[in-house]
């Protein structure tokens, strides 16, 4: 026994602590990785420690041959934690293997509390044998049937175990690249093989025919195998690290190169395919077409609905526009609702408006948002390779011009390049720049256009109308730089100072004003604003302007953009004393279900209707119909753009008594008012009168 136990200790030595150092270097890794499955085969390692230490003290280092009650504690706990070594091993395998969610497996406590107390139970014959059989042979006895039951049962359950962990190991492994898991895989299969020799150990030692050499043999083996276990997961976390850091980089290269949001090529990339293209173009002698595309009204979507249903709305957009293109062609995303396209290879000219038909088509379609369907249209420009340019960025430029000649003829439409369309885009950008130091410049002006009131026989209000004193281009619409002034963001601003000095304006008429309606038109940016009624409610402070005699114009496109919002601030406008018309009636989405919902005082008669008065059969119906339906739901009715005394006498008739046009008083600047007042002072017949004899 002295040489079985000088050969069979070190070995035992050395397989515990390789187990100890294995599971130190296993919750080293957890503490860095943060894997489950490292901490889970730390506590299998640590366990195997434990029974190679309670399983030498119970049968090797203790008893010398002789087994006694202590013997059989080391017996239990070496069995009970060679047990739970199992279970731990399992569930971290199961982990990597995605086998994690199943219940007996991912529950690990109750996994090795059942592991360890069937390994306690499998002990208890021996002790129990050791207690009951006094005497050396019978000690003995109970010695050599301990050493079985240490090793056999084991043996025959982590062998199995540590070649199942294998499988999974390189099931993973065909997932990947790299040795770690390989060398990983091999060693947890070697090692449950190496585990199937102790079984032969105990049958050898249940024969009472110990094998000396071959058990410390089999012990040293259990170091080596511990090591490559240890190098492997190494090894295979090592791998791990450098595919992470090839990934990330990856990541930092595709979005260097794509947009974030629809993955496309961003215009780095784009320009460089585009120059790519643009090469293979001449070589061939072929065309080729860059299209710039934006989404209409985007922003109204944006701001409606909020910035997720616009982020998605923008990746159906990408996905409908590389549908519509060829897989060798490009879409590209520039930002915001900014899409570019590159048609490589064309026969002709027509075929890239054939394509652009095709593209502005398919967007047309209903978006499924949420629930939502939301319609959307672009506007889409098309520059050519050679006629419009001979470098990418000459073709991007030119191409972003022709779109912005797309949305001028009314946007959902294409416009294919042509030089002219520099001068305006030029003239355009000079505009831009004069209109953003115009308004600290003072250029602005006012001219006002009196409103009439048939019945009372007088002016009853006025409407303010802007106009730019340009230096270089003369007295300038508002046609001509409000849709600018929106677009560069400055239509909110130049709202506020219209509505504020025009309020001045009429309080420093004095006595004579009083009552006297002030008619003001907003823009969309403006009106959304959700800090207008107090906006409003300042500057009638600020100038001493009484409410009551406000009247702010909006047109019905304007007012149905977003409805809720629209409701909103017409309430809060309306508490107050503003009241509120509706311009334009007759040419936007006309609802009459909307004039019953909104808190609408007045509805302004579109010109166009008015012009039609004299012009032929049919021309006074939709005029009449719009009187009869505002005075059945209690409104007023102003009818604007009334030129002759034809026009004038129909309203009359018609009992719409509120009218402006150039027939009465066209819009004049504020120094010709007093003037307009002296002609007006004996009434509107005899202006009327006096007109009609000049």
């Not at 398919?362 to 939502?372: D, E, I, S």
Request: charged fraction near 20%.
């Amino acid at each position: 026994m002295e040489s079985f136990e000088r050969m069979i200790v070190p070995a035992l030595l050395i397989a515990a602590g390789g187990s100890f150092l294995l599971a130190g270097i296993l919750r080293l890794l957890h503490h860095l990785y943060r894997r489950r499955h490292l901490a889970e085969w730390s506590w299998s390692w640590f366990c195997q420690g434990i029974y190679v230490l309670a399983g030498g003290m119970a049968c090797v280092v203790l008893p010398e041959g002789k087994f006694s009650w202590y013997s059989g504690v080391f017996l239990a706990v070496a069995l009970g934690a060679g047990f739970c070594q199992v279970g731990w091993l399992l569930s971290g395998a199961s982990e990597i293997s995605g086998k994690g969610d199943h219940r007996f497996l991912s529950d690990t406590r109750w996994l090795a509390v059942i592991l360890a107390l069937s390994g306690a139970v499998l002990a208890l014959p021996a002790v129990l044998a050791g207690m009951a059989l006094p005497g050396g042979a019978a000690t003995s006895l109970a010695w050599w049937w301990a050493i079985f039951l240490l090793l056999a049962p084991r043996a025959l359950l982590a062998g199995p175990a540590f070649a199942v962990t294998a499988l999974w190991m390189w099931r993973v492994q065909a997932q990947h690249h790299g040795i770690g898991r390989r060398l990983l895989g091999l060693g947890f299969l070697v090692y449950g093989l190496h585990q199937l020799q102790y079984f032969i150990i105990a049958l050898l030692a249940f024969s009472r025919r110990p094998a000396e050499l071959y058990g410390a043999s089999v012990g040293f083996v259990d170091g080596l195998l511990q090591f490559v276990v240890g190098l492997g997961i190494v090894i295979w976390f090592l791998e791990e690290e450098r595919e992470e850091v090839v990934r990330a980089s990856q990541r930092i290269e595709h979005l260097a190169y794509h947009d974030s949001l629809t993955g496309l090529p961003n215009r780095k990339l784009f320009l460089d395919r585009l120059s790519q293209e643009l090469a293979a173009s001449r070589r061939r002698g072929s065309q080729l077409a860059v299209m710039f595309l934006d989404v209409d009204r985007f922003k109204v979507i944006n701001d409606s609905l909020g910035h997720g249903f616009g982020d998605e709305l923008l990746t159906g957009v990408a996905r409908r526009l590389r549908q519509s293109v060829r897989q060798a062609d490009t879409v590209g995303r520039l930002g915001g609702d900014e899409f570019v396209l590159l048609i490589a290879d064309l026969k002709r000219s027509e075929d890239a408006q054939a394509v652009a038909e095709k593209i502005l088509t398919g967007l047309r379609r209903p978006f499924q948002l949420h629930g939502h369907q939301i319609y959307v249209s672009a506007s889409l420009g098309i520059s050519l390779y050679p006629s419009d340019g001979s470098d990418a960025e000459q073709l991007l430029k030119h191409a972003d011009t022709a779109m912005y000649g797309a949305k001028d003829d009314g946007r959902d439409t294409l416009q294919v390049y042509n030089p002219m369309m520099s001068a305006r885009a030029l003239e355009r950008l000079d505009l831009e720049s004069d209109l953003r130091r115009a308004l600290a410049s003072e250029e602005f002006d006012f001219y006002f256009q009196p409103v009439f009131d048939l019945e009372r026989d007088a002016v009853d209000g006025v409407e303010a109308l802007i106009r730019w004193h340009h230096p270089g281009r003369g007295m300038l619409p508002p046609r001509d730089f409000l849709s600018l002034a929106e677009t560069i963001g400055m239509s909110h601003e130049l709202d506020l100072w219209v509505l504020e000095t025009a309020c001045r304006r009429i309080r420093d008429l004095g006595p004579g004003a009083a009552g006297l309606r002030l008619a003001v038109n907003l823009s969309a940016r403006a009106f959304h604003h959700p800090r207008l009624p107090r906006l409003v409610e300042q500057a009638c402070l600020r100038t001493g302007f009484d409410p009551t005699c406000l009247e702010l114009e909006v047109t019905e496109n304007l007012a149905m953009q977003n409805v809720e919002v629209t409701l909103t601030a017409l309430r809060a406008l309306k508490q107050l004393g503003v009241r509120i018309s509706i311009d334009d009636f007759g040419v936007g989405y006309s609802s009459l279900s909307y004039l019953r919902t909104f808190p609408i005082d007045t509805v302004k008669i579109d010109q166009s209707f008015i012009r039609s008065i004299g012009s032929g059969n049919g021309d006074k119906a939709i005029p009449r119909a719009v009187i009869v339906m505002a005075r059945s739901l209690q409104l007023e009715v102003i009818a604007e753009g009334v030129e002759t005394e034809e026009q004038l006498r129909f309203l009359e008739q018609e009992g719409c008594h509120r009218v402006q046009g150039f027939f009465l008083g066209r819009p004049m600047p504020w120094r010709q008012w007093e003037s307009f007042a002296e002609r007006t002072r004996d009434g509107l017949q005899q202006l009327v009168r006096s007109l009609a004899e000049g």
